[in-house]
């Protein structure tokens, strides 16, 4: 098990930036990836971003050139930068890591943080 927290949410004007935060219970070097999703209402969960141990990070393409994900393994740390924010931004921001147990990938999910974007 390990628990999720995020931070850094909040309400910005379009233009601006927030940086998100998520700090795990304990080593998330074994999970692979993390990364974050979001959920805007009324539409479904969606991957805004994740990055895995050996580098390789995955963007949505709404979010290309204006975000910046980043983990720290020593600190058990997941950042998202994100800047040049929109109001179709607006969602509750998500913290996730996966990990394989023998032939199962078993799902950890922070607690959520608004963003919220005004025009």
């Known amino acids: 098990q390990v628990q999720l927290v995020e931070s850094g949410g909040g309400l910005v004007q379009a233009g601006g930036s927030l940086r998100l935060s998520c700090a795990a219970s304990?080593?998330?070097?074994?999970?692979?990836?993390v990364g974050w999703y979001r959920q805007a209402p009324g539409k479904q969960r969606e991957l805004v971003a994740n990055i895995f141990t050996g580098g390789h990070i995955n963007y949505a393409d709404s979010v290309k050139g204006r975000f910046t994900i980043s983990r720290d393994n020593a600190k058990n740390t997941v950042s998202l930068q994100m800047n040049s924010l929109k109001p179709e931004d607006t969602a509750v921001y998500y913290c996730n890591a996966k990990e394989i147990i023998r032939t199962t990938i078993r799902d950890y999910w922070g607690q959520g943080t608004q963003v919220t974007v005004s025009f």
């Open positions: 304990r080593s998330i070097f074994s999970f692979n990836p």
